[in-house]
């Protein structure tokens, strides 16, 4: 099997006049936690419909496990799980019924299908819930019992539609410890989502906006080739100061946050700090510092709308 | 083929549990059958009997008297108010107090006697309700030779009709297994109609169209369950039917239980169908009801088939329950071969592989 897991070429998909996802290529390397960051609507779901066949491209191509989709869909299925955005398990049946159904669908039989239920209900704390109905529980349960539907298989490839909304603090970092210890047993993990703290866990990022992959990358590279600096302003009433910086040309975007506000400057600005310094004034003070994810996604999502 | 089959019995265990939880939908498959038997085996009635009329005899005298009893004893009507003039009686009936008036005037005895022929009395009838007026209107041929019993009169009319199959004209082995098609069109399609779209509206579908299971799968999976509780309303309806209307069956049980599941499975094919083509639930159950009415309207369950005008005939020939109506009927009532109901099962086993094959083309293992 080549080390490539999914690959799209020139990927596109209309609505009617809507082009929800526009000319994407992008590869995904085998035996990592990918990212897939964008905004609410930047065409994460649609491209990851695709992917797994439930929804036809309008041009363009996507291969899966080195097999082409949907031409090949129904053996790819096989070996992907997919936690769809929605919570798509059967909500008037228990949490135990639910993953017997789709260990069945699987064709897992009665001694595998009761040992592996038994594994994930254990692994994804669901032991207590096993004989609750799925409509009632909490939006962090629904979660956990959705993953453990998608793994239930095994599956080479996991493709998970943001897999955290409507989850907790504690459950989020206890799934994403999760992700990287099914990673770590040779499993590929897709992760779309719109949260900045998760996209710096993953391996690499494909970064979307309205349609279009404005950037791809590991975090690392994604941080380094930003081109732009970032500055921390510091002092009494940063809010006050906030417009001139949204004002001057050379600024790509300033954000407050607490006492701070958190400028981020063309890379043409040859002194970052001297310019922010001069900008706020006497009784502020600026410093240099590191580029985050944010900031690249902040960057790189404006330099998508310019165009 | 072991993998397919391993799936389909993955959806038909999903639907059995689905359907236990479910207790409302569980409870309309026993309930619907027994509220339907025992609400139309007893109300749909074609026989009229004791219609209540107001009456207003201006003559009082024992021959009149002797017309009254004699035409109370067809049973047809029942003396409910005496009046005094002709003008109320017709009042009584606009005001929609009783059916009909009857009006016997002072000279009726020489009315009877007279050799022109005279009608003896009036019977002024509502004619809103067309089943009851014409059986009333069949009362103006009523025989009436006073000084004897209505039942000694020898049979007047020019033609002698002989009834071959339910002698005693009793609506309940007209209407049980009509009510038997009625019933499995309405659980049957209904159910089925809700099967797929209520998946897509809820969002399991897309779960569903990830995994390995593929549509044909999924539809006979579907299907399965709901045909054992077709064959299990077959059952109860016929069981209730002997119990409480005497309706036994005078053909083969084993050639109407087959007939019954070839509809269960028509219908069943329609309800997928549907539910493969509608936008969601409400859609789908605009759709079945779309569907339904002609079925009772047209099929023959309430109105005779031959009577219908053509266009509606042919109509009616592309309704399911048209060709069932036939097949039980005849089976429940005459006794009818395998043979002599072929037909109606042919256009029930292939209405079931259109409806199947059209859901199949229809249903696309996508979102969109």
């Given at each position: 099997m080549s080390d490539i897991v999914i690959a799209t070429r020139g990927l596109s998909r209309c609505f009617g006049d809507f082009?929800?996802?526009?000319n994407l290529s992008m590869n995904i390397p085998a035996n990592t936690v990918h990212g897939f960051l964008g905004p609410n609507g930047s065409g994460k779901t649609t491209a990851i419909r695709m992917m797994c066949g439930l929804l036809d491209p309008s041009e363009g191509e996507v291969e899966v496990l080195g097999m082409q989709v949907p031409a090949q869909a129904a053996i790819v299925r096989r070996s992907v799980g997919y936690m769809t955005q929605r919570f798509s398990m059967y909500e008037d049946m228990t949490v135990e019924q639910n993953l017997h159904f789709l260990c069945r669908i699987h064709g897992l039989n009665a001694s595998e299908r009761r040992n592996r239920v038994t594994e994930v209900m254990a692994e994804y704390r669901l032991g207590d819930l096993?004989?609750?109905?799925?409509?009632?529980?909490s939006g962090g349960q629904k979660r956990r019992l959705a993953l453990a539907g998608a793994v239930l298989t095994r599956p080479k490839l996991l493709i998970l539609d943001e897999?955290?909304?409507?989850?907790?603090p504690n459950t989020r970092r206890e799934m994403w410890e999760s992700f990287f210890r099914i990673a770590a047993t040779g499993t590929s993990i897709l992760v779309s989502t719109h949260l900045m703290d998760e996209a710096e866990r993953c391996h690499a990022l494909t970064i979307m906006n309205q349609g279009r992959k404005v950037a791809d990358g590991t975090v690392a590279d994604l941080k380094t080739s930003l081109n732009a600096t970032v500055v921390i302003v510091s002092g009494p009433d940063v809010a006050s100061i906030t417009p001139q910086f949204n004002a001057a040309?050379?600024?790509l975007a300033a954000a407050q946050s607490g006492n701070e506000l958190r400028v981020i400057l063309h890379n043409d600005v040859a002194q970052p700090e001297q310019f922010a310094q001069g900008v706020a004034g006497e009784q502020y003070r600026a410093a240099l510092t590191d580029a985050t994810i944010e900031d690249v996604f902040v960057v790189v999502t404006s330099e998508g709308e310019r165009d | 083929m072991l993998a397919s089959l391993k799936r389909m019995l993955a959806v038909f265990m999903k639907e059995i549990i689905q359907l236990k939880n479910d207790r409302l939908t569980f409870a309309m498959v026993v309930v619907i059958p027994l509220i339907q038997l025992l609400l139309f085996g007893y109300t749909?009635?074609?026989?009229?009997?004791?219609?209540p009329i107001a009456l207003v005899d201006?003559?009082?005298t024992s021959f009149s008297r002797q017309f009254i009893h004699d035409l109370e004893a067809t049973q047809v009507i029942r003396v409910a108010a005496q009046l005094a003039v002709p003008d109320e009686a017709a009042q009584a009936v606009t005001d929609g107090d009783y059916s009909a008036g009857l009006i016997i005037p002072a000279d009726i005895e020489r009315r009877f006697y007279a050799e022109a022929g005279e009608p003896l009395a009036q019977l002024v009838v509502d004619g809103s309700d067309t089943v009851m007026a014409s059986a009333l209107k069949a009362l103006a041929g009523f025989p009436f030779s006073p000084g004897e019993v209505v039942a000694n009169q020898a049979r007047q009319g020019t033609l002698a009709v002989t009834l071959l199959y339910n002698p005693e004209q009793r609506a309940a082995l007209f209407t049980v297994p009509g009510l038997l098609g009625v019933i499995l069109t309405m659980t049957m399609t209904m159910f089925t109609a809700i099967a797929i779209v209520r998946e897509r509206e809820r969002g399991n579908m897309e779960l569903l169209i990830a995994t390995p299971v593929k549509p044909l799968e999924l539809m006979v999976g579907k299907l399965v369950p709901y045909m054992v509780i077709g064959m299990v309303q077959v059952a109860i309806i016929l069981l209730l039917g002997h119990w409480l209307f005497d309706v036994t069956v005078v053909g083969s049980y084993l050639l109407l239980a087959f007939s019954c599941l070839v509809f269960v499975f028509a219908n069943l094919g329609l309800g997928l169908l549907i539910s493969t083509r509608a936008p969601n639930q409400l859609g789908a159950m605009q759709m079945f009801i779309f569907f339904f009415l002609p079925s009772i309207l047209l099929s023959g369950f309430m109105f005779p088939f031959v009577a219908m005008p053509q266009v509606a005939q042919w109509l009616a020939e592309v309704l399911p329950m048209t060709h069932f109506l036939r097949v039980v009927r005849g089976i429940v009532l005459r006794d009818a071969p395998l043979t002599a109901v072929s037909g109606d099962l042919l256009f029930l086993g292939g209405f079931f592989l259109l409806t199947l094959g059209l859901s199949l083309l229809g249903f696309r293992q996508k979102l969109d």
């Open positions: 082009v929800a996802v526009d096993s004989s609750r109905a799925a409509g009632p529980l897999p955290t909304s409507e989850v907790d040309e050379e600024v | 749909i009635n074609t026989d009229v009997r004791d219609v201006e003559a009082g």
